[in-house]
């Protein structure tokens, strides 16, 4: 048995990724998929999961064309103080987009930025480009599920709950996405470090996953007009590219469908699986294009493929390969690509293949 003091170590760590001058709500650190299910009744979650549903409308300036562009949460926040959401955001601005309205993140955390990054990367109001393409940024987040860029740090004139939680109960790879503490526990203990799930985290983990994806489909169906392209640039085998993924789209993702429980499979939905055919979110990068950047990542710094492939995986600095120059052009073409649409809406993933071509 755990005892309550381990839990109380793992705040502490919790505690060092929230960037001050925002401060850890110790209720919402979320270490494996049963604390992920309670805290649906959490009473910050709980409002927030109202309000994104029900209540959030986007106010975007007027364009030419507007793109819906889902991020991954980090476990840095806020979200654009994180590796990798400052590498992504740089190489926005150096593509030509520029915030549309003075909404940066607290002037404390813009001192602390590095030189290499402009103070814009701070910003949090929607960008738009010299072509008329705005581009409206949002994060997929466990438990909150999205996140709008502009409501990242303040929510109805408190702190948001996005600047106040640490979950990492959802990543069973990792092998420390557990709770012995609770009475419901049915990890196993595999090492002085490491866990492995037993039946009753892998079921909450299905509940919770299912209830992202629904989530995620329903904000999308309800404010998607306001789009001419939805995206999601979410990484390869991580938890938020299954929270899109419809039935039909895992196999070609090497994502799998479901979840075995005892002695029976529990199906994993996605987003798309709810979504109409042209309401469908793109998810890239696609698997040809992770590929192909380990291949031009190996020639841009003359290594073979094998050590190439490691740096790959850590995304060259300690974040998702998301934010590699190799894989940021395949966003960059996609964002400046305008794809066939359905009856006035984006198609599928597979006009990013072609327009990777």
């Known amino acids: 048995m755990v005892s309550v003091e381990d839990r109380s170590k793992r705040v502490l760590e919790s505690a060092l990724k929230i960037q001050s001058p925002f401060q850890l709500d110790e209720t919402l650190c979320l270490y494996c998929p049963q604390d992920n299910v309670d805290s ?28 819906l562009l889902f991020m991954p949460c980090t476990k840095t926040k806020p979200y654009p103080f994180s590796t990798e959401h400052l590498a992504i ?35 949090l109001s929607p960008l738009i480009d ?14 909150m ?5 502009e409501h990242i740090a303040e929510f109805r004139g408190k702190a948001s709950p996005a600047v106040a939680y640490d979950d990492p109960g959802l990543f069973e790879n990792r092998g420390n996405a557990v709770s012995p503490w609770r009475a419901d526990s049915t990890a196993v203990r595999m090492s002085a470090t490491r866990w492995k799930w037993g039946d009753e985290e892998r079921r909450q983990y299905v509940v919770m996953h299912n209830e992202m994806a ?3 489909a329903k904000v999308v169906a309800r404010i998607g007009r306001n789009y001419d392209d939805v995206i999601s640039w979410v990484a390869p085998g991580l938890t938020h590219r299954s929270f899109v993924l419809a039935r039909d789209e895992r196999a070609f993702h090497h994502v799998p469908t479901s979840r075995k429980v005892g ?30 950047a380990i291949a031009r990542l190996s020639r841009r710094l003359k290594i073979d493929i094998a050590r190439a492939t490691a740096i790959y995986a850590r995304g060259g600095a300690n974040a998702t390969p ?28 597979r006009v990013a293949v072609e327009s990777r071509r």
């Open 40 to 67: 649906l009744r959490h009473p910050r979650i709980a409002e927030w999961m109202d309000f994104i549903q029900n209540d959030y409308e986007p106010e975007l300036p007027e364009a030419e064309r507007r793109v």
């Open 89 to 123: 955001n740089q190489r926005l601005l150096d593509e030509g987009y520029r915030p549309s309205r003075r909404l940066y993140l607290p002037q404390e955390l813009q001192a602390r930025l590095e030189p290499a990054f402009s103070p814009e990367v701070l910003n």
């Open 130 to 143: 010299d072509r008329g393409t705005v581009l409206h940024r949002m994060v997929i987040s466990e438990p």
């Open 145 to 149: 599920a999205i996140v709008p860029y």
């Open 214 to 216: 629904r989530i995620l």
């Open 263 to 292: 002695a029976r499979r529990i199906e994993l939905t996605g987003a798309n699986d709810h979504l109409q055919t042209e309401q469908r979110i793109a998810c890239l990068p696609i698997p040809d294009d992770c590929k192909d």
């Open 322 to 349: 998301l934010a590699l120059p190799e894989l940021l052009d395949v966003l960059v073409r996609r964002l400046a690509h305008n794809p066939l649409h359905v009856e006035g809406r984006r198609s599928n993933d």
